[in-house]
């Protein structure tokens, strides 16, 4: 039975860190919200999300159903993933330290959708604009430098190698961070200009997932969206600035 | 060996959700920061936050220190300690369960830290206080009674009974939600002023909690700090209003 992956159409958002997992597994899986399918696509999602019967429906997509459970959080269902997919480490205490990293990436990624809604996500971006440059300046100034720093230096001080985030093997955590190098580079052009030169670690970490088989043919897919103004990383020119 | 526990001196915050867990269980631990054993205190902290030999250094408290493993992130920090402590299920999707629960929490204070902090982290209160009094009142009016009514409704539909938030034994979800209700009565007193009408399996839950013997013996020591403007949870008047 393939997994069922749920989370919104038209924006990569939170769900983009559970197919980029499955995508590299090579895993077979469903896009539920997307799948034009009987019984699938958006209505199928909110059915579950307003169930009266499910003993746990999550509060919020993304989630992952495999058979009977569903699994809410992008790094929950990370690491319920990880050891099927061959994403995680075999050590249990690196798994541990994986999801400390994992969450360490939710955090940022909290962060980077206040830049543009600081002030209330059920209002629209134009409403708290002015609120957004005060905190997108803040976010490109201290808070971007600050997680980079960690991670950067994470990869250098690691004892097993530079090649990956979590012992020496690929990891989602690697493919996460791949995303979050992508999604900066969209949404502040400006502000990671100097990436590359500034993170060589993690511009190296971010090639050797961009240039993986299955990821490659996943980018050059139509399931891969666009990075767009719906989304978590959004490009708003006016939030921009040199870093 | 006891477990060592690292988060700042002076407030709650998130060190909270995980001295709950530790007093619940009567767990040996050192709450290394606030100790003036030799050795400890702060400036422990900070050598672990600052080393260059850790192999992966947190990105900030609270963390775990359990013998060389070092495990960062509350949710994280529970989902380990959840077993150990007779504060997890047995079964192991519940435990996924849990974590998706614990996870919807650690979202929603991260919303209430927003509350008095929409703009920079790293700036006062008193200098984001305009952007703070809309953000209260879109977290009073949207966010916060879509939590709430999301974990009301958990625990009347899941198939085990209200007394708890996961299956039918007291975990670590049961603890923090009573954080979460003590730190919004304080935060919110007038937000609040309905919340045992309005949420009465919380507080039921709520209730349980706070009669626990160990948990009673915790709030009644010097131990457990009061709310103050320094944690998640803080009370500035102008940030109330009725829900």
Redesign the interface.
Known sequence: MPYELYYWDGLQGRGEFIRLALEEAGADYVDVARSDDPGQGISAMMRILKS????????APPFLKDGD?I???V??IL??LGPKLNLAPEDE?LR??A???Q??I??FI?EVH?THH??????YYED?KE?AK??SK?FIE??MPK?LD?FE??LH???DGSAHA?GRTLSYVDLSLFQIIEGLRYAFPRATANLAKDYPALQAVHDTVKHRDNIKAYLASDRRLDFNTSGIFRHYPELDQDA
């Open positions: 009266k019967s499910e003993p746990y429906p999550p509060f459970l699994i809410s959080h790094a929950n690491f319920y205490a541990l330290i999801n400390g990293l969450l360490t939710t955090d909290a206040d600081p002030i209330a996500t059920t209002q708290q609120a005060l905190r803040d201290h808070r997680f960690y230096r994470i001080q690691k004892p979590v």
